[in-house]
């Protein structure tokens, strides 16, 4: 396997985290308690980093993991099987809580989460994700703030890998043959 293209340069992605920050910082800019970030390992890790340096409102960060297993063949396809690895440190309850994710692919780990943070009597529970795939398979769930919409092709880098490598790369690249 090697890298086909570039999808999103280095200077497309800070441009756009950085206006969805500024975005962030308007609608919250009353919070009265800090907004609890939750980043879903390990994927959101550098999406998460860059983000939180552009807020300029109160905010802690978390993180928690979780295992997917929404791409089996089987017929369990439709409800998605996802499971909490690791779970956060922070109190959510009263809290408003952002939920920091990389990619939707077929939207069951997003899906799960919002429902799963809705259960912790949260005040507020709003996502971001940086790049949606343009696919037919994805559950309608909501994004409250969406980097980029990219075609339903693997990708890699700015956090995201292909069996553990090129998460480190600084832009986003489809992989290849
Ligand atoms: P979903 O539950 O199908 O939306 O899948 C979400 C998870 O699958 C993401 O959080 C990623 O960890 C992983 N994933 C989906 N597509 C890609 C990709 O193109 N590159 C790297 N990871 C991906
Ligand atoms: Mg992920």
Same mark, same amino acid.
């Given at each position: ?10 200077? @497309? ?10 975005? *962030? ?8 308690? +800090?907004? /609890? ?5 390990? $994927? ?13 409102? +109160? ?6 993991? /979780? ?12 409800? =998605? ?14 809290? @408003? ?9 077929? $939207? ?16 507020? /529970? ?13 559950? +309608? ?5 969406? =980097?980029?919409?990219?075609? @339903?092709?693997?990708? /890699?880098?700015?956090?995201? @890998? ?7 790369? +600084?832009? *986003? ?5």
């Amino acid at each position: 396997m090697r890298l086909k293209r570039t999808i999103l340069t280095s200077d @497309d992605i800070q441009a756009r985290v950085k206006e969805l920050a500024d975005q *962030i910082n308007r609608d919250y800019k009353d919070i009265e308690n +800090p907004l /609890v970030l939750v980043g879903v390992l390990k $994927g959101s890790f550098i999406y998460m980093a860059d983000l939180c340096r552009y807020l300029t409102i +109160p905010h802690v960060v978390d993180f928690m993991a /979780v295992s997917s297993y929404s791409h089996s063949s089987n017929a369990t396809k439709a409800s =998605g099987n996802v499971r909490i690895i690791m779970d956060c440190r922070e109190n959510q309850q009263d809290r @408003d809580v952002l939920i920091v994710e990389d990619i939707l692919d077929s $939207g069951h780990t997003l899906d799960y989460l919002i429902k799963n943070f809705k259960a912790r009597y949260t005040k507020s /529970v709003k996502t971001t994700v940086l790049v949606r795939k343009k696919t037919d398979r994805t559950y +309608p769930v909501n994004i409250d703030y969406l =980097g980029f919409e990219i075609p @339903d092709v693997w990708v /890699v880098g700015y956090g995201l @890998d292909y069996a553990e490598k090129y998460r480190t790369l +600084p832009y *986003i690249a489809e992989m290849g043959e």
